[in-house]
């Protein structure tokens, strides 16, 4: 018998929505218009009251000359004007170019040229950004740059204003294709530049409506999104997934805050919670955790980096979110292209990321060969459908180099499909570490360091070594309280569970990691810092075969 490939089909009894963001929206207005929608301390929006005002941003766009395939740049943390902004653009065809609040000036530079940006919408400040500065340092160097406007300032509100002035049929004259690009948004590359992934209403639309779908999603829910807006996380499987079901958008913060998002979960009776693992694994840290009323979560979703077993165990267990999935993705595919499902099993939904989504195919490849591999071997996963961006802004060489000719988009991601068709993601191709001849991964070491009881979270790297190539380094956050550990105590308690080459030669002490805004590990940062902290100049030097 030949050996089953790992190769899976996401059937589903449920059609895929052939209609754009701006049409689904209004369907879902005229459905649930008197129930809530959005949430933002303390302010707060029926369907019927948003959609008044998305329109009249929508309106107040056209009025200022801003139409269909314009560029739109949002740079702003988490706010209700973020969420006015990316369904109003969607109603006009203009493309929403989403700009990560923690880039500096050089970075807008690059973005605001790269994309043709001919409008920014910003926040005039947060935290240590001041925004309005770095807009003023950079224009004049950005010559498709007309429009500049600060939320809440006067152009903002007259823009609103003006908009409620104007003739709505102008809204119902615009034609607008659902395979138009909608969206773009910069991945942020380990080297050079980010590559802008561009989206359409088909991309995003689907993708947030069958992640809905597969978290039970219905008008009942409300779902806290401590997540950034300017990801796929925040504005796709956050906002999209909410609006395409009637479902309540509640922000509990501009951006992430443990005690925050508890407050917001326990004022506003959220049933579903979102976020990365560094960020439940705050929320479960927060000293009062106990005292906070979560009894209305039933799920969420965990998702952009690797999610730890124990963590996983203690969502479901701590914070009561029996339903909680796991999904797998990345901007350029939408972003879900895995998802496990309500009825997993608990050891299922800790230990993998789920099954390929309805209406998508995803294989597990040999990396050197391209042909798809057996059931239970690694390789790296690559998924097709209608989640497959329409290509990288204005980038085709690059576009080739991450969509083949057959439309599948490689991922980079090492994965095992099981016989079930669930997968397991066991590292990047660019993270495995080898180690004298020997493939480690650095996934699977991390999983095992988990289980010590004074460890809060751990990611493993390697390093350079003469000898081996590359040795391990665990970084380490300590429970508070616990004592630190040191490579020899770490070694002690490894030794009989892992094998000698997985077992980490240094361990460094951090109270946080390197990490992108959507809380990603940079380990690419981290690795940088390891050759200085260890003295390794000379071993990162030498050349090997």
Request: glycine share 8%; net charge negative; proline share 5%.
């Amino acid at each position: 018998m030949p050996a089953v490939p790992s190769y899976s089909s996401g059937t589903s009894d449920v059609p895929m929505l052939g209609d754009t963001i701006g049409d689904n929206f209004d369907r879902t207005v005229q459905a649930f218009g008197a129930r809530d929608a959005l949430v933002d301390r303390g302010r707060r929006w029926t369907y019927a009251e948003l959609a008044a005002e998305v329109d009249a941003l929508a309106l107040g766009l056209l009025e200022l000359g801003i139409g269909k395939g314009d560029r739109v740049g949002i740079w702003s943390p988490n706010c209700a004007e973020w969420t006015l902004t990316q369904y109003a653009t969607a109603k006009i065809g203009a493309i929403l170019v989403n700009i990560n609040p923690a880039y500096r000036s050089h970075e807008l530079e690059f973005v605001l040229n790269q994309a043709g940006i001919r409008m920014l919408v910003s926040a005039k400040e947060f935290k240590s950004s001041d925004y309005a500065a770095m807009i003023d340092e950079v224009r004049p160097r950005c010559q498709r740059l007309q429009h500049v406007v600060l939320i809440g300032d006067e152009l903002w509100n007259s823009l609103l204003e003006n908009g409620k002035q104007a003739d709505p049929a102008a809204l119902a004259e615009i034609r607008l294709s659902a395979d138009d690009p909608i969206n773009i948004q910069y991945t942020s590359g380990t080297t050079g530049f980010p590559k802008g992934a561009t989206l359409s209403h088909h991309n995003i639309l689907n993708n947030g409506f069958f992640v809905g779908e597969l978290c039970n999603y219905t008008e009942a829910d409300r779902i806290c999104i401590p997540v950034p807006f300017y990801h796929c996380f925040g504005m796709v499987m956050g906002n999209l997934a909410a609006t395409s079901h009637g479902a309540c958008m509640v922000i509990p913060a501009p951006a992430f805050d443990p005690k925050a998002t508890l407050e917001a979960v326990q004022a506003e009776r959220c049933t579903s919670l979102y976020g990365v693992p560094t960020m439940f694994i705050a929320e479960l840290a927060c000293a009062d955790f106990d005292s906070y009323d979560l009894s209305s979560l039933r799920t969420g979703i965990m998702a952009g980096s690797p999610c730890p077993v124990e963590v996983m165990k203690q969502v479901i267990e701590r914070m009561g979110m029996a339903e909680v999935s796991i999904c797998y993705g990345m901007t350029e595919t939408s972003p879900v292209s895995t998802q496990t499902r309500a009825d997993d099993s608990i050891e299922r939904r800790v230990s993998t990321v789920g099954r390929v989504g309805p209406h998508l195919e995803v294989k597990v490849v040999d990396p050197e060969t391209g042909l798809t591999v057996p059931r239970g071997e690694p390789g790296e996963l690559c998924t097709r459908g209608y989640s497959v961006m329409l290509g990288y802004w204005e980038q085709p060489d690059k576009t080739a180099e991450a969509i083949d000719k057959a439309r599948w988009m490689h991922t980079g991601d090492l994965a095992v499909m099981d016989d079930e068709g669930y997968l397991n993601i066991t590292g990047r191709i660019k993270d495995m570490v080898i180690r004298g001849g020997e493939n480690v991964y650095p996934r699977e070491i991390e999983e095992f360091l988990y289980t010590h009881p004074d460890i809060l979270d751990a990611q493993v790297i390697g390093v350079p070594d003469e000898r081996y190539g590359e040795e391990l380094m665990a970084w380490i956050r300590m429970r508070e309280g616990a004592a630190p550990l040191d490579a020899e105590s770490l070694r002690a308690y490894c030794t009989g569970k892992l094998a000698h080459y997985k077992i980490p030669r240094y361990v460094h002490i951090v109270d946080e990691f390197p990490m992108t805004i959507t809380g990603k590990i940079r380990k690419v940062e981290m690795r940088e810092q390891a050759v200085s902290l260890l003295g390794l100049q000379n071993a990162a030097a030498a050349r090997h075969a």
